[in-house]
C-alpha cells in the first residue's frame, strides 16, 4: 500500500479532495498550503 499527499490551497479544496477520497476508499493526508510556497505547507 502506497502513501498519499495531497496539498491544497485551502478548506474548500480539502473537504472536496476528502471526500472523493471517502467515495473511492483511498487513504490519504489532506495539508492546506499558505499562499502559493510550499514550504508554507501547515502538517
Known amino acids: 500500500m502506497s502513501n498519499i499527499l495531497i496539498i491544497v490551497e485551502g478548506p474548500t479544496d ?3 479532495i476528502d471526500s472523493i477520497a471517502k467515495k473511492l ?3 490519504c493526508k489532506v ?3 499558505r499562499g502559493n510556497k510550499p ?3 501547515n502538517s
Do not use: P, S, T
Request: include cysteine.
Open 14 to 16: 480539502r473537504a472536496f
Open 25 to 27: 476508499n483511498i487513504l
Open 31 to 33: 495539508i492546506c498550503m
Open 39 to 41: 514550504e508554507k505547507v
